[in-house]
Structures are given as C-alpha cells and as structure tokens.
C-alpha cells in the first residue's frame, strides 16, 4: 500500500468545516482511498472511502484531485464530537486486506 | 448495520495469568477479521490476520504462542493472552471486513469493536 503523509495535528472551530489533507504520491491506479476515525480509548470507526471520483456520505465528504496524488477530507459542520484522530489509508484491499495504519491527524473542535 | 462487539471492554489481571478476548460480529458475517494491539499515544498495529476455519496470520515480532486466536464461525474470533505480564498491557482492537461494501463499491471495509483495554499487575 501506498504511504500517506498528514498534517499532526489541527484545530477547528465548532460549526465550521473542517478541512483534513492527505497525501498519496504513490498511490497506485487499484488502490482506494480510505478514511477513518478514532476517538479516545475507542475503536476507529469508519467515515468513507473512494477510488478517483469525489465522494459523500451522512457523514464527511471525500475529494480526490485530478492526479489522484492527494485528498481531502471534509466535515462540513465539525461538532465537539467530532473531536478525534483522523486517518488516511491508500490500500487496495482486493491483494492485501491489511490496513498500515500511520500516526494520523488529531483534529481538535473547540467550541 | 456492520457491528462489532468486543468483550470484555476492560480488564485487569495478575502477571502469569491468561485473558481472552472475543471478537463479535453482530449483523454480519466475517470471513476475515483483525486484531490489533494500541499502546498509548501510539498508533494501531496489526497482530495477525484471523480466517474463518483456518490457523491466524500473525505478524512479523508476534509470538503466535503468546496470543493465541481463534475463528471457529463466522462471527466469533477469540484473542487469548497467555502467561500475561505487565509489558501486554495494552488496548487491543479488533475488526471484522465487509466484504463487498454497503454501497456495492468493490471493495472492503473494515468495522472495528470498542477495543478491550488489557491491565496486567
């Protein structure tokens, strides 16, 4: 799988859209992009994931540029709940179903 | 839809003594599911690659003797830690894959349990 750089940390403001960047330079063409949460002393929870075209579901957003070489997640509205560590998985789980997770974002919401 | 139980959420227990976990899968059936250990401030690390009806996949560094897993259904897997000591102290997760997706996207999603925290005196 492809490797994924994020930003440590990030704070954003309640109500506000949060904006999480991923980069996947070496992204392969059959690798998907996924994202997942994990707020404190839980397991990570799933948000979304996509392959080239831009996604969105009840929960985030997902837009994947043009050259496939970065993303970005986004939390339209970020609550206090949304307060958490973010990461970005390239995997194609069609050859390897493990999932190499990196140290992530830690988003903090303030009120 | 897509749950994962875990149990139990916490433990504590003596150094020398074994622990299972069990790994659930609610509303769907799991071929596959994974266990992963977190250490504080640490991000997770995967133990080994649990198949139904067949011997785990463990990682490189993972003594398979000290964790023992077992898959006997499509819903159920069990981490046992044997001859505990304080150094297994740790957050353990596990997660069952979804096979083809919910929304019919070809691909495989993970679902994740709470994680079972391991406190060993």
């Known amino acids: 799988d492809a490797k994924t750089t994020q930003p440590p940390s990030m704070d954003c403001a309640e109500g506000r859209a949060a904006n999480l960047p991923c980069n996947h330079s070496?992204?392969?063409?059959?690798?998907?992009v996924y994202w997942y949460r994990q707020i404190h002393s839980q397991g990570p929870q799933y948000i979304i994931h996509?392959?080239?075209?831009?996604e969105t579901n009840e929960m985030a957003s997902l837009i994947i540029t043009e050259d496939r070489k970065s993303s970005t997640l986004i939390l339209p509205h970020a609550t206090l709940r949304d307060t958490a560590v973010y990461y970005c998985?390239?995997?194609?789980?069609?050859?390897?179903?493990?999932?190499?997770w990196g140290l992530g974002t830690s988003l903090a919401v303030n009120p | 839809g897509a749950v994962v139980s875990q149990h139990p959420s916490w433990v504590i227990c003596k150094s020398g003594t074994s622990v299972k976990i069990e790994c659930r899968s609610l509303d769907f059936q799991a071929t596959t599911m994974f266990w992963y250990r977190q250490f504080p401030k640490q991000s997770l690390m995967l133990m080994a690659t649990s198949n139904e009806g067949s011997k785990a996949t463990y990682e490189q560094g993972v003594e398979k003797d000290k964790f023992l897993i077992n898959h006997a259904s499509l819903t159920l897997s069990t981490l046992t830690v044997t001859s505990a000591h304080p150094e297994d102290s740790s957050f353990y997760i596990c997660?069952?894959?979804?096979?083809?997706?919910?929304?019919?996207?070809?691909?495989?999603?993970?679902?994740f349990g709470p994680g079972t925290r391991l406190t060993v005196t």
């Open positions: 998985i390239a995997h194609n789980a069609g050859n390897n179903r493990k999932l190499i």
């Open positions: 070496t992204i392969s063409g059959n690798e998907y």
């Open positions: 996509g392959l080239k075209n831009n």
């Open positions: 997660s069952a894959m979804l096979a083809g997706g919910q929304r019919g996207k070809s691909s495989y999603e993970q679902y």
